[in-house]
């Protein structure tokens, strides 16, 4: 406990970093709330497997196309307001989907485009939201303890939304999590208000927009670290996360069982929370460890600018976030 408490005091300490880890983490056990009921209410509506995928397909399509230039835009904008506006436009999302759950004329084809305004909103706030961490974290030796505590957090999320997500669709029906989902983008929403960050100086002149987005692809392109990377993403998000859609089938089919069951299928992934405690334990920079010196010898620091074990230039955290769009299942943090 006492480790524990060390950790969280070496990232809480910076007071905009308290505020982003409570607003997000009672927001994240909303959208898992929001993610179990909709795959139940889609497979209650339709009974079938290939409509589970049309809207996990409709979600993410969307944050695939549009990821990269999200992160282009959280380059050239104040990404506190970005993310103010995502996180108002979630909140609206999820209220719409309460509203239509609500309804008697809840459609599939409206659940669709429903599935995808979210997918847009979220391929502007992931990287503007995950390069926004190093921001709130002044200190550069804190950063891999935030980071780590913020996959604890996404983990812990995991674990306790669809374990009351059974529950209270049983209770409430699916609208009931929906309106708990919008609910719970007012805590974020008032951690980010709450913020003060400074403003960051921007270059007067930009290159164009698509000329920096072709920087950003042909960095990832020439770079080891970050191919490896994406590769290990598209292969796990192409032969690993999909289970997570067909959970409903499992859950309802083959276990005879309800939303409760679904909800708990649906936890038993949160476990790796407890490997994202391991890395908050050790709460080190790797590279730091590896060259023997602090920040101020550190390779990638200095006027030269941060670069790879290639010797390029490093692309900021935000690039790698916009250059890998996943769902819930795999948040790049």
């Known amino acids: 406990m006492k480790l524990g408490g060390q950790l969280l005091r070496r990232s809480f300490r910076h007071r905009n970093y308290r505020l982003f880890f409570l607003g997000q983490g009672v927001s994240l056990i909303g959208t898992w709330l929001t993610r179990v009921a909709l795959g139940w209410w889609v497979y209650r509506l339709t009974g079938s497997e290939l409509m589970l995928g049309a809207v996990a397909f409709a979600g993410q399509i969307p944050t695939f196309l549009l990821a990269p230039l999200g992160g282009v835009l959280s380059d050239r904008y104040d990404r506190h307001r970005m993310l103010v506006v995502t996180q108002a436009l979630g909140m609206l999302q999820s209220g719409l989907l309460a509203l239509l759950a609500m309804s008697t004329w809840a459609r599939i084809e409206y659940i669709l485009l429903l599935a995808a305004f979210q997918g847009v909103i979220n ?6 939201r995950q390069a926004f961490l190093v921001e709130i974290v002044e200190a550069r030796e804190d950063l891999p303890n935030a ?3 913020n996959s604890s957090m996404v983990n812990g999320a995991r674990l306790i939304g669809p374990s009351f997500a059974g529950l209270l669709i049983a209770l409430f029906g699916e609208a009931g999590c929906f309106a708990i989902d919008a609910v719970t983008y007012v805590a974020v929403l008032v951690s980010l ?3 003060r960050v400074a403003r960051r100086e921007r270059p007067r002149l930009n290159p ?10 042909a960095y990832a392109a020439r770079s080891r670290p970050i191919r490896a990377v994406l590769v290990l993403l598209a292969l796990v998000s192409l032969f690993g996360a999909p289970y997570s859609t067909l959970m409903p089938v499992f859950a309802a089919q083959l276990l005879g069982g309800g939303p409760s069951t679904l909800g708990f299928l649906m936890a038993a992934a949160g476990a790796g929370a407890v490997d994202a405690l391991h890395l908050a334990r050790s709460g080190r920079d790797p590279s730091a460890q590896r060259s023997g010196h602090g920040d101020e010898g550190r390779p990638g620091r200095g006027a030269g600018g941060r670069r790879d074990g290639d010797g390029e230039p490093a692309a900021s955290l935000h690039q790698g976030a916009a250059l890998c769009p996943v769902g819930p299942d795999l948040i790049l943090i």
């Open 123 to 128: 391929a502007f706030d992931t990287p503007a």
């Open 208 to 217: 164009p927009m698509f000329s920096e987005l072709g920087a950003g692809l």
């Open 193 to 195: 208000l709450l913020m």
């Open 147 to 149: 980071i780590a505590l």
